[in-house]
């Protein structure tokens, strides 16, 4: 049988709503609530709050690193554009095709790897290797 955590000699009829102890009255709730702690529940607490923290770092921040210091800069990106070679090329529409079919591809790996298997957009990205890596 459960007595009052309060009085300690009625039994209780309510329970407080915040710590969920029970108590007899309101004269006993009024005692009580001077002194009332929410519940706490350390372990969820703790669980959450590194669940909800940013880690350090992540796979996806590394690979983004990677694609940063491969990104070519804009002045050679500006070479491509006057290389009399690739203009040539760039003359043939298939080629043009593909670039256009790869600009708009879902996925752009799997559009690489279909136009890697052309000769015609091998020599155009070796013809662009050319100019990039050319100091
Ligand atoms: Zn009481
Ligand atoms: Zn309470």
């Known amino acids: 049988m459960q007595i009052c955590n309060v009085c300690s000699e009625q039994t ?3 329970r407080c709503p915040t710590c969920k102890i029970r108590y007899c009255s309101l004269a006993c709730y009024k005692i009580h609530k001077d002194t ?3 519940l706490t529940q ?8 590194t669940v909800t923290l940013p880690e350090p770092w992540n796979v996806e921040d590394l690979l983004d690193e990677d694609h940063y210091t491969d ?16 203009r040539d090329l760039l003359h043939n529409p298939h080629l043009r ?5 790869i600009d708009t591809a879902d996925s752009k790996d799997d559009a690489m790897k279909a136009a890697m298997q052309e ?17």
Request: aromatic share 4%; with cysteine.
């Open 12 to 14: 209780p009829k309510y």
């Open 36 to 38: 009332c702690l929410p």
């Open 42 to 49: 350390p372990s969820r607490i703790t669980v959450d709050k």
């Open 71 to 86: 990104r070519v800069p804009l002045e050679i990106l500006q070479r491509l554009g006057e290389s009399q070679e690739l």
């Open 97 to 101: 095709q593909l670039l256009r079919s």
């Open 119 to 135: 000769p015609l957009f091998v020599e155009l990205s070796d013809q662009c290797l050319q100019i990039v890596e050319n100091k």
